[in-house]
């Protein structure tokens, strides 16, 4: 059984900054991928991968990133982060930490970014 612990949502103003964190653990776990997903409360809108690291620590992140948002961590100790800078209301939603992927998937945290 995977068992992921996510932490660092909340309430924050436009411009401000948030860091995410993720933990993973569960016996025989083999990861290749730590990442996040973000599902947002837009008509229309499915959800959108935010960012993914990979075992050899290559990264890699959604369009709408635009160099606002920085994934760390350390998929061999099954650990990571999201860095996220200059928030802007339409970030808010709901982030998933995700491994492999979509293999599996944590609660999620909220994020509102709001005035």
């Known amino acids: 059984q995977v068992h992921l612990v996510e932490s660092g949502g909340g309430l924050v103003q436009p411009g401000g900054s948030l860091t995410l964190s993720c933990a993973a653990s569960?016996?025989?776990?083999?990861?290749?991928?730590m990442g996040w997903y973000r599902q947002r409360k837009v008509s229309g809108k499915e959800g959108e991968v935010v960012?993914?690291?990979?075992?050899?620590?290559?990264?890699n992140y959604g369009d709408f990133v635009k160099g606002r948002f920085t994934i760390t961590g350390d998929v061999a100790k099954n650990t990571v982060y999201l860095q996220m800078n200059d928030l802007k209301p339409e970030d808010t939603g709901v982030y998933y930490c995700?491994?492999?992927?979509?293999?599996?998937w944590g609660q999620g945290t909220q994020v509102t970014v709001s005035s």
């Open positions: 995700v491994l492999n992927m979509n293999e599996y």
């Open positions: 960012a993914h690291i990979f075992r050899d620590g290559r990264t």
């Open positions: 569960g016996s025989g776990l083999s990861i290749d991928t």
